[in-house]
């Protein structure tokens, strides 16, 4: 069996429904494109779609930050010092040093729930 699907996109549990939200329109700098507040959000970005949602109380236990998954958004941009500019003003800035990795320089941030993100400048 072939598994045919349309588009796959991210979705991050947010537990109070509205923190990534407002953490994700400041840093891409663009409100949702679809939004129930407080219980769902998504983003329309080149290349992906991002959707924040607030568990049910039933899964609460499910998404809590007790332990951390291995996913992580890859953000390529233009300039890593403009993108470390941005996360300090927005209260997030990345704990480490910019990497040289093969494919180009990259720097690892979280947004407050803990989620990682790599921003990456390629070569």
Do not use: W
Not at 37 to 61: D, N, R, S, W
Not at 87 to 106: D, K, V
């Amino acid at each position: 069996m072939i598994l045919h699907t349309q588009q796959v996109f991210v979705t991050l549990a947010d537990p109070d429904g509205q923190t990534l939200t407002h953490f994700y329109t400041q840093l891409f700098n663009q409100p949702p494109a679809q939004i129930i507040p407080q219980v769902y959000a998504e983003f329309h970005l080149p290349g992906l779609k991002l959707g924040i949602f607030k568990p049910k109380q039933t899964h609460q236990v499910e998404f809590s930050n007790s332990h951390h998954s291995g996913m992580s958004l890859c953000i390529p941009v233009d300039s890593l010092e403009t993108a470390i500019a941005h996360l300090t003003t927005l209260g997030h800035p990345p704990p480490g040093e910019i990497i040289q990795a093969p494919h180009g320089r990259e720097i690892y941030a979280y947004d407050p729930l803990g989620n990682r993100l790599i921003f990456f400048q390629p070569n």
